[in-house]
C-alpha cells in the first residue's frame, strides 16, 4: 500500500509541476502517512518479534502504536473532507456537502475522545468496556457513513458514460471500471470502513479489527490520489484546452466539473506524432513526459511500433 502510494505522489508531482498548493497537500499528506507507516512497523515489530512466543504485554498498547491510532483518524478525515469538496465540485449541493462535512467532523472529534480515554490506561482489553466501546462503535459508524455518501455522490452526479462494462468485457474496460468506481470514488474505502466497524461492534476487545484499521487509512489516501491523479487539477484550465475522457476539476479552485469530448485539442491544433503514419493523440502532459523521461520515451516508441 505503501508503495502505491509514493508512486501516486510521483505521479501527481509530475503530472502538476505547476500547482503549489497542490503540490504543498500531497507532500503534507506523503510525510503524515511515512510516519504512519514508519509507527506501524515499530508495533508490529514490537508485537510480532519483541514479545514473541510470549503472550504477556500483547493487551498492553505501546505508545508508538497510540500515535498510530490518532494520525489515522487525522489522514481519514482529511481525505473525507477533500471528497466532500469533490461533492461540491460535481453537484453544487450545500445540504448535501454540509452534511458530509458535519458527519466527518463529528467522528473525528469522537476519535479525539476516545484517544483521551484510551490513552489513561492504554489497554486493549478497555476498547470492550465503557465507556469506551460506544464512543468507538459511533465513531465507526459515522466514518463509514461518510465514506458512503461521499462515493454515491460522487457515482451519481460525476457519471462518465465513456466507462461502461456493456462495452465490452476487455481489460481496458474493466481496469477503468475498477478504476473509476471502485478506486478513485472510494467503494472499496467503504467497503473496508464497513467491515472495520462489524468488527470491532462484534469483537471489540479481540484482534479482529486490527487489519482493517491498518488498511482503512492506506486505501483511504490511495483513494485520494488516484482521484486526484485521473483528473487534469489545473488553475485556470481554459488556456490549455480540452482533455480527454472524463471531466476536469482543480483542487483548491471553486471551478465546477467540465465535460470534455473524445479530441485532444491545445491552443486548437492537434498533437500528433513526428512520423506521418503514426495517428496517435498524445496529451501535453504525455509530450513533456517524454521529453523529460528517456525510459518512458522508450517504452512509448516501442508501443507505437
Known amino acids: 500500500m505503501f508503495n502505491a502510494f509514493v508512486a501516486e505522489t510521483h505521479l501527481y508531482f509530475s503530472r502538476h509541476p505547476k500547482d503549489l498548493m497542490g503540490k504543498i497537500f500531497v507532500g503534507s499528506l506523503c510525510a503524515i502517512d511515512t510516519l504512519n507507516s514508519a509507527l506501524i512497523s515499530h508495533a508490529l ?4 518479534v519483541l514479545l514473541f512466543p510470549s503472550t504477556k504485554g500483547l493487551n498492553q498498547a505501546t505508545l508508538t502504536y497510540c500515535v498510530e491510532i490518532s494520525l489515522s483518524f487525522f489522514l481519514v478525515f482529511i481525505v473525507q473532507l477533500v471528497y466532500a469538496h469533490h461533492v461540491w465540485q460535481a453537484s453544487r449541493n450545500m445540504v448535501l ?5 458535519i ?3 463529528a467522528a473525528w472529534a469522537l476519535g479525539i475522545v476516545m484517544m483521551v480515554e484510551f490513552g489513561r490506561e492504554r489497554l486493549f482489553s478497555s476498547l470492550g468496556t465503557l465507556p469506551l466501546r460506544p464512543i468507538v462503535t459511533t465513531m465507526h459508524s459515522l466514518v463509514f457513513l461518510s465514506t458512503a455518501i461521499s462515493c454515491a ?6 457519471k462518465t458514460p465513456h466507462i461502461s462494462l456493456a462495452d465490452g468485457l476487455d481489460f481496458d474496460n474493466i481496469y477503468h471500471f475498477f478504476l473509476t468506481y471502485a478506486v478513485s470514488r472510494g467503494s472499496i474505502t467503504a467497503l473496508v470502513q464497513l467491515a472495520y ?8 476487545s479481540s484482534a479482529l479489527w486490527m487489519p482493517f484499521h491498518l488498511l482503512s487509512s492506506k486505501l ?8 486526484l491523479n485521473s483528473r487534469e487539477h489545473r488553475q485556470g484550465g481554459s488556456e490549455q484546452g480540452d482533455i480527454t475522457e472524463g471531466t476536469s476539476t482543480s483542487l483548491f479552485s471553486g471551478s465546477g466539473p467540465r465535460h470534455v469530448t473524445s479530441t485532444v485539442r491545445f491552443d486548437d491544433k492537434e498533437l500528433n506524432t513526428a512520423s506521418e503514419g503514426d495517428k496517435d493523440i498524445h496529451t501535453k502532459d504525455e509530450y513533456e513526459q517524454e521529453e523529460a523521461d528517456p525510459w518512458h520515451r522508450s517504452m512509448v516508441s516501442r508501443r507505437r511500433m
Do not use: D, E, K
Not at 97 to 101: H, K, N, Q, R
Not at 153 to 158: D, E, F, I, Q, R
Not at 220 to 227: C, G, K, M, P, Y
Open 153 to 158: 455522490a460522487l457515482c451519481l452526479y460525476n
Open 197 to 204: 466497524w462489524i468488527t470491532f461492534a462484534v469483537a471489540p
Open 220 to 227: 483511504a489516501i490511495n483513494s485520494l490520489l488516484t482521484s
Open 97 to 101: 456537502v454540509g452534511t458530509i462535512v
Open 103 to 105: 458527519i466527518s467532523t
Open 45 to 48: 515489530y514490537y508485537y510480532l
